[in-house]
Structure formats: C-alpha cells, structure tokens
C-alpha cells in the first residue's frame, strides 16, 4: 500500500516500516487493533516529517500527529525525554481531559503509552525521540457490576485480559483488592526481571483526580526518571489503575541533583498521595518546568488560597503565573 501511493522512495520503504515496527516500542496490541490502511498512513506522516525537516533552518523534525474518534484516539509526536517544551502540542492534557477526566460513567477508555528507545534522528545531536500514545474504548465482561466486586474476570476490558501476562493479572488483582476498601490511592513499586526499570502501580476511584494523568508525568521527571510505557486501565467497578515502567533519564545521569533509582522511586511512591489530593494547582506551570518540587508546589498553593480566602474581599485574585508571585 505504501508503495503504491508513492510518497516514500521504493528504496526506502523497507526501512522505513521496519523502523515502525521495531524501533519505536509500540505493542503489538496496536498492529493487531489498527487497519493496514491507518497504519500506512501512520509510516508516510512520520517520513513525511523527517523530509520536511530537510527544509527548516534549524534542521529539527517535528512529528505532530492526532487522531481522534468517539471510541479511540492516537496521539504520536516527537519531544527530548525530561524535558519540559510550552511549545509541545501538549497531547498528554489533551487525552486526560478528553478521554480520561471527562469520561461519562457510561463510556470509558484504557490508555497504552511508548517511548522509543533510540532518537529520532540518530546522525543528528538530538535527544529527542517518539512518543506514540494510543487510547481505546472499554469493552468490559460486565458493564454493572457491584462496586465491591474485584474479579477481574468479570469487571475487566476485554482486551485487555487478552493481552495481560500472569503476572500483571495477579499484581492487579491484589491492587483491586485494597483498592475497593480505600477511598485513596493504592500505590506499590516492582522490580522488572532482568532491567533496571521500575514498575510503579497506582489505583484510584475514577475521576477522583482530574489532571493527574499528565501531573504523574512531571512528577518523575522532576527525579530525573522518565517512563518507557505507561498504561492506564479502567474496571467497570469504578476503579482505575495506572502502572508505568520507569527508568532513569540517560541524558540526566551526570546531574548530581537526582537521586538513584532505587531512590527516586521510594520518593515518587511517597508523593503520589500529595499529588492525588491536588493533582492540579496554581503553580502548575512551575511544577511541569521542574522549577518547584511538587512539595513546594502545593505549599504554595495552599498559602496562595489561604492569603486569597482572608485578605482579599473585592474579588477573585489574579492566578500566579510566575516565580514572583510565588
């Protein structure tokens, strides 16, 4: 089909598939769901973007792609792990606000996440790599079940107890059970056999922490972690769940202000249940640009609406937008 419609060399298009298919760390799960069709047009947008940057002066490639449907979405865009861009199309709060915090009890989505392992670009001094995320809508065994059910068998998407390894079945399981009898977070970390990556798991009642998607992403970047994968699934007993398969940002690992991973990770585990209290606050934006740690974060918030509630009678206050302010 790529041949075809002859917009990639025909010397070119073998590379340009296996590229897709092997060096972006997309699950298989992707090619099974989607048309050869979508996926075609997916491999000549992203040559596309690689030709285009031949003609921009700074040479830079800039993948922005979206997709987006009733039922599933597909968000693929190029950015520098660990680091924070106000230029990026910002694609994570678009599909948290869209799909996940704005899901009606009626319509739910699961979320699958990748980050390429090699750069985009490799002859280039660029850091940036492929960041490709895919959302789908629930399918459950049970749409209605109790709320204190936790069977997965009965309360979980289809497709994603027909992808799910044994091990991630019973990790979630055991979650599921705290989860229902707690009206906060469940959080546990894992070894991953083999690697230095992390799993962090995290489950919480739906749309009990609106923005925490995309807050969870500035959070272990500020540790100078990013995330490999990061999946989010729903349950139709009203819990959600997000594991993340974290690792430690090579292109930080010479800045002695981040801790080791072992480290990072017992320090992300703890602030996760600040971060669900107020996923979201004034000084957002100083937060995301790792500026102010997500304790200094929230201190500062709670004192911006502690001095707004008692000195200010006239009106609402104007939001802090900067470190002044703070």
Same mark, same amino acid.
């Not at 000549?44 to 921009?56: H, I």
């Not at 861009?85 to 009626?106: C, F, H, I, V, W």
């Not at 500035?218 to 540790?223: F, I, T, V």
């Not at 002695?256 to 957002?284: R, V, W």
């Given at each position: =089909? ?13 590379? !340009?598939?296996?590229? %897709? ?9 992707? %090619? ?6 979508? +996926? ?10 690689? @030709? ?16 987006? #449907?009733? *039922?599933?979405?597909?968000?693929? *865009? ?14 994570? !709060? ?8 704005? /899901?009606?009890?009626?319509?739910? %989505? ?44 009965? +309360? ?11 091990? #991630? ?5 055991? $979650? ?67 594991? =993340?398969?974290? #690792?430690? *940002?090579?292109?930080?690992? @010479? ?9 990072? $990770?017992?320090?992300? /585990? ?12 004034? %000084? ?43």
């Amino acid at each position: =089909m790529i041949t075809a419609a002859k917009w990639i060399p025909d010397d070119r298009v073998d590379s !340009q598939i296996e590229w %897709f298919y092997g060096e972006l760390g997309i699950d298989d799960a992707y %090619f099974q769901i989607e048309s050869v069709d979508v +996926i075609s047009n997916h491999i000549t947008t992203l040559y596309a973007a690689k @030709v285009a940057a031949v003609v921009r002066d700074d040479k830079r490639e800039e993948i922005r792609l979206h997709l987006e #449907t009733d *039922d599933r979405a597909i968000y693929i *865009d190029n950015n520098e792990p660990g680091v924070s861009n106000s230029e990026s199309p910002r694609y994570e !709060q678009r599909l948290a606000a869209k799909y996940l915090d704005g /899901s009606t009890t009626n319509k739910h %989505f699961r979320v699958e996440t990748f980050r390429s392992p090699s750069n985009l670009n490799r002859t280039s001094a660029s850091k940036a790599t492929i960041h490709c995320q895919f959302v789908y809508q629930c399918q459950f065994v049970k749409p209605n079940p109790s709320p204190q059910e936790t069977s997965l068998q009965i +309360i979980g998407d289809k497709t994603f107890l027909a992808k799910a390894t044994e091990n #991630t079945l019973q990790i979630y399981q055991e $979650i599921l059970d705290l989860a229902v009898n707690r009206t906060g977070p469940v959080i546990q970390a894992f070894d991953v056999e083999g690697s230095q990556e992390k799993r962090l798991v995290v489950a919480y009642r739906q749309r009990t922490a609106p923005g925490i998607f995309s807050a969870l992403s500035n959070l272990y970047r500020y540790y100078g972690v990013i995330s490999s994968r990061k999946y989010v699934e729903q349950f139709s007993n009203g819990i959600t769940i997000m594991s =993340m398969y974290l #690792t430690p *940002d090579l292109g930080q690992s @010479v800045n002695t202000k981040f801790l080791p991973i072992k480290q990072s $990770i017992c320090q992300i /585990s703890n602030e996760i249940s600040l971060l669900y209290c107020i996923p979201q606050t004034a %000084f957002q934006s100083l937060f995301a640009g790792g500026r102010l740690s997500l304790q200094e974060t929230t201190y500062g918030h709670c004192v911006w609406v502690f001095a707004q509630h008692f000195l200010n009678r006239l009106g609402t206050s104007p939001k802090p937008n900067s470190i002044d302010h703070y």
